[in-house]
């Protein structure tokens, strides 16, 4: 287009007649071009390395546009790092996540690094009378933190820092205080870190993030709500019940999550002191003062009975390791170990319906909390695992697996039991006829869970997926901030995560604009003449002053 409208000016210049007019041969009518286009048709020995250049231009625009298409999508796909940092009741447990953020804006983690997680203990909930104290274990995590990621990036690394129920059993005061300490810490982690990423979360919350992180392994997040998977933890501390619910809650129960073109009405509450080392701790407790002690008709009137511990073990002074457990357990000399399942089972189900009685509006299942009809399959994780491992079970074990099996543990005698688990700790083995009683009480005589019921698995992992609520937590956060980016497209472009076609052609075409100022630059500065004597007019390039 450009060419044409050019030719067409130098051809409208008054043609030469065959009579030139009469002028000095030697003076020269000259015109500086300044449209070099007009020339090229004129003159195409000089025009020709100017197509060339640009030609070039393009060619160099395109191969820079090609790599730094391959470099944004390699560096969007690169491996990334996320830390979050579980404050729980029994220690403290740091996670450094690994992942990618594929194409279509999917987080692919990479599992395959099992250390990838390390748990010093106690918890931060030991720390109440002494907070400064928190930098020496939260260090140790940092150390082993950054020994995960690359030094290069840890400044855009993100960490967090999530306490759960050890630190919601303090008073907030004492809370704040250790939160702080852990602050500073974080501060100077080298990772990125702002002091509200330091918090206690709620219970719900941390329903909600095992919930997530179970639907995402088994593939069903995003899918229809009906095809989910529900979530039973019973941690150290407390226990979670998560599901989705179609019946009406207060909402004080309900959490409404969007994943995809769903959104996910979940029942969500976490039982406090229903975790299963509080619960024990309770029950001997309770035992001591006589409460509902089992030996009422025991001879020995100054001896309470444990119906949840093995005969033969020899009562001593034990410390727990529960951060919030200040004062040594109560397992005294007060109690006589007499393992019996029915009746451990009996006192666990008195522990879990404490306060039932104050349960006037609704349905309670435990304590008195409302809670919904439990509504579709189950994955019971944490201390339901390990119970379930301990003992042998398969994954889709029945409960009444667990009852025989506990039956026969509480029944055995300590020195035999102690012979066959070697490998064990004392403190550990001592849980098992607990925790077995205590599942059945749980799951069966609260929740309703038929002995034959094949809609509870249990599990801590969904193929190479850890089901732990941090990966819940991460998963959230990230899929928030990615989801935040689609909007967001200047971070989008500077960021440089997620390149996105507007920020292709915006380099492509500051790409351009440079190729063509260098063509510009190099183009050369041409004079034309009419020669009177030869009649016609010449070219000549003028150098740049
Ligand atoms: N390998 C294991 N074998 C047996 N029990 C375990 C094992 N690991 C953890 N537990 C028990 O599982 C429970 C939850 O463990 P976890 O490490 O998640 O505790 P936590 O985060 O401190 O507890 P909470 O969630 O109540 O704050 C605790 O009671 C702990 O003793």
Known sequence: MRRLHARKRVDSKPKPTTDPPKMDPIKFQSRPSSRSTALFSRNPRQSRPTPYVFAISIVTSLALLGFSYIFLFSSAESTKFGIIIDGGSTGTRIHVFRYRVDRSKTLVFDFKQVSDSLKVNPGLSAYGEQPEAVSDSLGELLEFGRKKVPKEQWGETEIRLMATAGLRLLD???????????????????????????????????????????????????????????????????????????????????????????????YSHSFLHFGLDVAHESLRETLIKRDFSPAADSLHKEMYIDPCTPKGYLPRSSNLSLGFVAEKSKYSSELQARGNFSECRSAALRLLHKGKEKCSNYHCYLGS?????????????????????????????????????????????????????????????????????????????????????????????????????????????????????????????????SPTLFSMVAISAILMFVAWSISKWRKPQLKTVYDLEKGRYIVSRIGRS
């Not at 989910?228 to 809650?249: D, H, K, P, R």
Request: net charge negative.
């Open 172 to 266: 907030v005061e004492l809370q704040d205080k250790i939160l702080e300490e852990c602050r500073k810490v974080l501060r100077v982690s080298g990772f990125k870190f702002h002091d509200e990423w330091a918090s206690v979360i709620t219970g719900s919350d941390e329903g909600v993030y095992a919930w997530i992180v179970a639907n995402y392994a088994l593939g069903t997040l995003g899918g229809n709500p009906l095809d989910t998977t529900g979530i039973i933890e019973l941690g150290g501390a407390s226990a979670q019940v998560t599901f989705v619910s179609s019946e009406f809650m207060p909402s004080k129960f309900s959490r409404s999550i969007k994943f995809g073109n769903f959104t996910y009405n979940l």
């Open 369 to 497: 909390v409302f809670m919904p009809k439990l509504q579709g399959n189950f994955l019971a994780t944490e201390n339901f695992f390990y119970t379930s491992k301990f003992f042998r079970l398969r994954q889709r074990a029945f409960l009444s697996d667990l009852m025989m099996a506990g039956q026969h543990f509480c029944g055995e005698d300590w020195s035999k039991l102690k012979k066959k688990h070697q490998s064990l700790d004392e403190e550990e083995l001592l849980r098992y006829c607990f925790s077995s009683a205590y599942i059945v009480a749980l799951l069966h005589d609260s929740l309703g869970i038929a002995l034959d019921d094949e809609r509870i698995s249990f599990a801590n992992q969904v193929e190479n997926i850890p089901l732990d609520w941090a990966l819940g937590a991460f998963i959230l956060q990230s899929t928030a901030k990615l989801d935040g980016q689609e909007t967001d497209w200047i971070t989008t472009i500077f960021s440089g995560e």
